[in-house]
């Protein structure tokens, strides 16, 4: 007999898709929607249900897992499930949607459904940790109530930081997109200048390589800026989108390094760099290929 809670996965983009394969792979019963079906096709195939509504998936579900592209869309979702909901469900956003989406979010569900347990925990990781269970969940909201989350959490990640009530998730993923964004640019600048001085991108890791700089996120990216291939891990639109966020929900001029980063990839965007993955801001900056 399966003891694991039903799941719903509303959003089967890259992180969700991931989320679902997951559950599906480790026993769940999964019920997955789109907006655009093919998505979840695959999935479908290996034993999930593919809704063609947000509601009749979230109905089949204990708990329902929103990976949404933005604030916008989520509330929209939210409103469309809400009377679909089980009676004492968990409704787990984990989307980077900022800090006012989220706080509309969570008063939304409170005021409609207050037997609904709202969860806020966006994740740390890009899709190839999220199709290996290793993101890092940034959990908030009430864990005594969330105790059916615990097994899934345990198939998709590799581990959950509660970081206290409702809202304090978000919070703290745009406090880590913002140095992973800075992080980003600084060393796409620095291998530039590094090939300024006729030095390699391996060249740069091996200085950096068992010092305290050696982050192994730069590693990932010294690799990915010396391949060439920029298939995304996360979109440099997305990566805008989330210091936009920062930007928003941060003091006025508090930012002024991140306020300048997102002025200059916002012209990468535009240029057509905006679906590749957020290293290729070293080919927008150097022009090479």
């Not at 409704?91 to 989220?102: D, L």
């Not at 590693?219 to 800026?225: A, E, G, Y």
């Not at 920062?246 to 990468?268: C, K, T, V």
């Not at 057509?272 to 801001?281: H, K, Q, S, T």
């Amino acid at each position: 007999m399966n003891l694991h809670p039903s799941v719903a996965v509303l959003g089967l983009g890259a992180m969700g898709h991931a989320f679902a394969a997951n559950l599906v792979k480790n026993q769940f019963q999964v019920a997955g929607w789109n907006r655009t079906r093919t998505r979840g096709e695959d999935l479908a195939a290996s034993g999930m249900t593919l809704c063609d509504t947000p509601q009749q998936a979230a109905e089949q579900a204990d708990v329902v897992l929103a990976m949404l592209s933005d604030g916008a869309t989520t509330e929209s979702v939210l409103a469309q499930i809400i009377p679909a909901l089980r009676q004492n469900a968990i409704f787990c956003q984990m989307g980077t949607i900022g800090v006012e989406a989220t706080d509309r979010l969570i008063a939304q569900l409170a005021e409609a459904r207050p037997d609904v347990v709202y969860i806020d925990a966006p994740v740390s990781g890009t899709k190839a940790p999220a199709e290996n269970a290793q993101i890092l969940i940034l959990a908030s909201g009430e864990q005594q109530r969330a105790e059916k989350l615990e097994p899934v959490f345990a198939a998709i990640s590799k581990g959950a930081r509660w970081l206290g009530a409702a809202g304090a998730g978000s919070r703290m993923k745009l406090v880590v997109n913002a140095w992973l964004i800075a992080m980003m640019q600084g060393l796409a600048e620095s291998t530039s200048l590094a090939q300024q001085f006729g030095f390699s991108a391996e060249d740069l890791w091996s200085v950096l390589e068992g010092g305290p700089l050696a982050a192994p996120y730069a590693k990932v990216k010294l690799d990915t800026i010396k391949s060439g291939d920029y298939t995304p891990q996360m979109q440099l639109v997305w990566a805008l989108k989330d210091a936009q966020l920062a930007l928003d929900a941060a003091e006025e001029h508090s930012m002024p390094g991140l306020q300048n980063i997102a002025q200059l990839w916002q012209r990468a965007v535009e240029a057509g760099y905006g679906e590749r993955d957020l290293a290729v801001i070293y080919r927008f900056l150097t022009g090479k290929e």
